[in-house]
């Protein structure tokens, strides 16, 4: 049966170690409620145990000072800043000195960043800070180690079609295949190129992580990636880290889808088509001239098996009745005795994508 007493006890004890004033006394000794006595002895050694200085010493601990900087992708002669990352511990106040490479570079009251030029490829520097704080104690952040490294990232559509001696790069249409390469260039402390192959490679599209197996991984220094047709641009990115030496970094490219396009290209009796240029959107024809053979090539659609694209013509707005050669995109254009301009209109079409098509066009003056 619990008395009056003890609970009176109780609440006065409480009202005590919660710093609340009571007027309340105990009318009972200790002996009476045993392990009241040694519950104020620790009350009364609180407060030694945590003084000022042990309080900054014990978030010293949990949280230690670290350094960031930006740009983490820098070139030779970039200017790159470094910070001091002083979560729960303000050091606006504190005296700090900066060292790179052993050097002191900086000094003074809350200078908590500093900035400097990477110097040239392969050469790196070891940035730390040391930080007095008010018990007249120093601590150091852990360093960090800045160069000239940096990280490209090239890209191409694999599955675009492209004329034969086409020089540039294959550009992506709707639900095509794009390829990316990420090409680091990334050095140890000890000024060393680390190999591409020994980075483990986190890849994302448009902010969303790939799947992690097989597209992402050790070694795995490119992706493939779907342009759907979700929107015109895509955003490929990587992260990319180094177990032994601990470097990371990170990058990313947009990557713009084009409208495909068919071009026409003349086909000549002896030549054969003539890839070198494309037919202009006007050409010129004299009267019984002979024949124009035109071939249709589309640019920029998926390419993966050619005879899945299927043309259509129109003279002057009339479909034309497709025979074999025309629907593998041939159509022979014999000039008439007539004068006057006419339009040939040509769509292609792939078979396996409905919504991968494209047109193209060209207007023949008979002089």
Do not use: C
Not at 87 to 106: H, Q
Not at 116 to 140: L, Q, W
């Amino acid at each position: 049966m619990i008395t009056h007493m003890p609970t009176r006890f109780l609440i006065t004890l409480t009202f005590f170690l919660i710093g609340v004033p009571t007027v309340a006394t105990a009318q009972s000794s200790f002996e009476d409620f045993p392990g009241a006595e040694e519950l104020l002895e620790q009350y009364s050694n609180f407060g030694d145990r945590f003084s000022p200085s042990s309080i900054e010493d014990m978030v010293t601990n949990v949280n230690p000072l670290t350094l960031t900087y930006s740009p983490v992708n820098t070139k030779p002669g970039d200017r790159v800043t470094i910070r001091i990352q002083d979560f729960g511990k303000p050091t606006d106040s504190l005296f700090i000195n900066w060292y790179i490479d052993g050097v002191l570079f900086s000094s003074g009251l809350g200078i908590n960043s500093i900035a400097f030029n990477v110097g040239p490829a392969g050469v790196v520097s070891t940035v730390y800070a040391e930080i007095t704080k008010n018990t007249g104690s120093v601590e150091r952040t852990t360093p960090v180690i800045v160069g000239a490294s940096h990280m490209d990232i090239l890209w191409e559509a694999v599955d675009a079609q492209v004329p034969p001696f086409y020089k540039g790069k294959a550009l992506p249409s709707w639900d095509t295949i794009i390829k990316t390469y990420a090409i680091p260039e990334v050095y140890s402390a000890e000024n060393q190129q680390i190999p591409r192959s020994t980075f483990v490679y986190t890849w994302s599209k448009n902010q969303s992580p790939i799947d992690l197996n097989p597209q992402s991984g050790y070694g795995k220094d490119n992706v493939y990636v779907l342009a759907d047709f979700a929107r015109k641009r895509h955003t490929v990115g990587v992260d990319i880290f180094h177990a032994n030496s601990g470097v990371s970094s990170f990058s990313s490219v947009a990557v713009k889808l084009h409208d495909a396009e068919t071009l026409l290209y003349e086909k000549h009796p002896l030549e054969g088509v003539i890839f070198e240029r494309a037919l202009p959107p006007l050409v010129s024809q004299a009267r019984s001239s002979g024949s124009l053979r035109v071939v249709a090539y589309p640019f920029g659609m998926d390419a993966r098996n050619r005879g899945d694209v299927e043309f259509s013509w129109k003279l002057n707005g009339r479909t034309l009745s497709n025979t074999g050669t025309m629907r593998n995109g041939e159509i022979p254009l014999v000039s008439s005795e007539q004068g006057g301009i006419s339009t040939i209109v040509v769509e292609a079409r792939n078979r396996e994508k409905p919504l991968q098509s494209s047109t193209g066009s060209l207007r023949i003056n008979v002089e």
